[in-house]
């Protein structure tokens, strides 16, 4: 494993968890990126502040840290950008496909016990297990 790293994947996963029981618990809502994002455009004006502030917040967050930490930002992709956009507009696809995404379903449906979202991320997941597999030792990008 090259990229073990347990402590900030622990401290991650918590503010994850903190974040998604703080909006459950302030706002009602549920911490789904995919939906927030959507509902940011659609949503009638009096749901939209809550949308945009936590948006704001995924793009603040990692430029704070960065003034303080400019090396947690450096990032090196082992893939291509053509690469890395065609696995975007897959995510996108499979958001859409799924009704929702990893963060909505993973995060807060499954600690809801919802049916649907625990197999949602059992596809998520072995679909992401099966497309590294293929691209790893089968095209061997």
């Given at each position: 494993?090259?990229?073990f790293?347990?402590v900030?994947a622990?401290l991650?996963?918590?503010l994850?968890?903190?974040?998604a029981?703080?909006?459950?618990?302030s706002?009602?809502?549920i911490?789904?990126?995919?939906?927030?994002?959507?509902?940011?455009?659609?949503?009638?004006?009096?749901?939209?502040?809550w949308?945009w502030?936590?948006?704001?917040g995924?793009i603040a967050?990692?430029?704070?840290?960065?003034?303080f930490?400019?090396?947690f930002?450096?990032?090196?992709?082992?893939?291509?950008?053509?690469?890395?956009?065609?696995?975007?507009?897959?995510?996108?696809?499979g958001t859409q496909?799924?009704?929702?995404?990893t963060?909505?379903?993973?995060v807060?449906g499954n600690?809801?016990l919802?049916?649907?979202?625990?197999?949602?991320?059992l596809?998520f997941?072995?679909?992401?297990?099966?497309?590294?597999?293929?691209v790893?030792?089968?095209?061997g990008?």
């Amino acid at each position: 494993m090259e990229n073990f790293t347990p402590v900030s994947a622990t401290l991650g996963g918590a503010l994850i968890g903190l974040s998604a029981v703080w909006l459950m618990a302030s706002a009602g809502r549920i911490a789904g990126i995919s939906g927030i994002l959507g509902g940011a455009f659609t949503a009638g004006q009096s749901d939209r502040l809550w949308r945009w502030t936590f948006l704001a917040g995924l793009i603040a967050a990692p430029l704070l840290i960065g003034l303080f930490r400019p090396d947690f930002l450096n990032i090196n992709f082992p893939v291509s950008t053509p690469m890395i956009i065609a696995a975007g507009i897959l995510v996108g696809f499979g958001t859409q496909l799924g009704n929702g995404c990893t963060s909505g379903h993973g995060v807060c449906g499954n600690a809801r016990l919802s049916m649907r979202s625990i197999l949602a991320t059992l596809t998520f997941m072995a679909t992401g297990i099966a497309t590294v597999f293929v691209v790893r030792h089968l095209i061997g990008a």
